[in-house]
């Protein structure tokens, strides 16, 4: 079965950081680009970045930019998304998701394997 995993979310104060994880099975994720999607309640699902499988990486939403890295261990078959100086808002479910496509898209639809989620919430 192919599946992703991601993991790392949890509770944290303004200005915190947390690293996410995406972990990858079935298939051999470098061979992909992944991209990081969120959804705030009450809020449209949007893109926040990705990375290639060369390791290039694009910023989406604006609201993030300057304060996530995004890093792959092709070893362990998983893709990090580094957040710093959370804010509130960026509480939302976040999502990695796998496009059978070198580059990067911050399209949704082409992104044909997608993870369960992992909850992150940003007290004030």
């Known amino acids: 079965q192919l599946q992703l995993v991601e993991s790392g979310g949890g509770l944290a104060q303004t200005g915190e950081s947390l690293r996410l994880s995406c972990v990858a099975s079935?298939?051999?994720?470098?061979?992909?680009?992944v991209g990081w999607f969120r959804q705030a309640p009450g809020k449209e699902r949007e893109g926040v970045a990705c990375?290639?499988?060369?390791?290039?990486?694009?910023d989406y939403a604006d609201s993030v930019k300057g304060r996530i890295i995004l890093s792959r261990d092709n070893a362990k078959n998983t893709v990090y998304l580094q957040l710093n100086v959370l804010k509130p808002e960026d509480t939302a479910v976040y999502y990695c998701?796998?496009?059978?496509?070198?580059?990067?898209?911050?399209?949704?639809?082409?992104?044909?394997?997608w993870g369960q989620g992992t909850q992150v919430t940003v007290s004030s």
């Open positions: 079935g298939f051999f994720l470098r061979f992909y680009s």
């Open positions: 998701a796998a496009n059978e496509v070198d580059y990067c898209s911050s399209d949704a639809s082409l992104y044909s394997h």
């Open positions: 990375i290639s499988t060369s390791g290039i990486t694009s």
